[in-house]
């Protein structure tokens, strides 16, 4: 990998989510790793694998509910990106980045969007909790128990899986459909699910983060 545009990147980019909670840097960094491992099973460029994890939560800066076209755009018009890409990979960045939603029906218009979709995903149920619980606690301000955090949280992934009865994938990738099967195993044993829920939910109460949810982080 090129080395000054990582070092561009961690620099200039990374401190872009600071003021994020769910989409900060643990998810960032997770994505990028997952990225880079589907890159090299499918023989991609790694640079652009680095790249489209990078940018892909950018535009939350500009407007939720667009975030994935906004980060495109954010990527596309990076002066320091046409230092180290054609226009041409460029272009399929910026396409990899838009089709990146978990929630897509459709699938991503080249491979680099389906590496980038398929490692949002947070087939991890710790780092899944975290994201899901903040982001309730954020956009439902009317919600003041566990109880109404959890069940809106699992009802949303549950609308996730396909008509296989999977959560979706877009790739083939043995290693990643495995990941995935050991965590439908875990989150659809409801009780199993809700005990890892409600043990991280009393830990952000107790620590404060639930007030930073609140009052300091951006994202929702």
């Excluded at 659809?188 to 007030?211: M, P």
């Amino acid at each position: 990998m090129e080395e000054k545009l990582k070092g561009y990147i961690t620099e200039n980019i990374f401190p872009l989510y600071e003021r994020y909670y769910s989409h900060g840097m643990i998810h960032i960094e997770n994505v990028i790793k997952s990225c880079l491992f589907l890159a090299d099973y499918y023989k991609l460029n790694k640079d652009m694998a680095y790249v489209i994890g990078a940018y892909h939560d950018l535009g939350l800066k500009v407007d939720r509910k667009s975030h994935e076209i906004e980060s495109g755009k954010i990527l596309e018009q990076d002066i320091e990106l046409k230092k180290y890409f054609s226009k041409e990979q460029i272009a399929t960045m910026k396409v990899a980045v838009e089709d990146h939603r978990g929630s897509r029906k459709e699938c991503p218009r080249n491979k680099y969007g389906e590496i980038l979709s398929d490692s949002d995903r947070d087939f991890d149920i710790g780092i899944l909790v975290k994201r899901q619980l903040s982001t309730s606690i954020k956009n439902y301000p009317e919600f003041t128990t566990f109880e109404e955090h959890f069940e809106n949280c699992y009802q949303y992934m549950l609308k996730r899986i396909n008509q296989s009865g999977h959560f979706n994938l877009w790739t083939n990738n043995p290693i990643l459909i495995e990941k995935r099967a050991k965590f439908e195993k875990q989150y659809l044993d409801k009780e199993y699910a809700k005990s890892v829920y409600k043990a991280e939910y009393e830990k952000i109460s107790k620590d404060g983060t639930i007030e930073k949810i609140k009052n300091y982080y951006l994202d929702y």
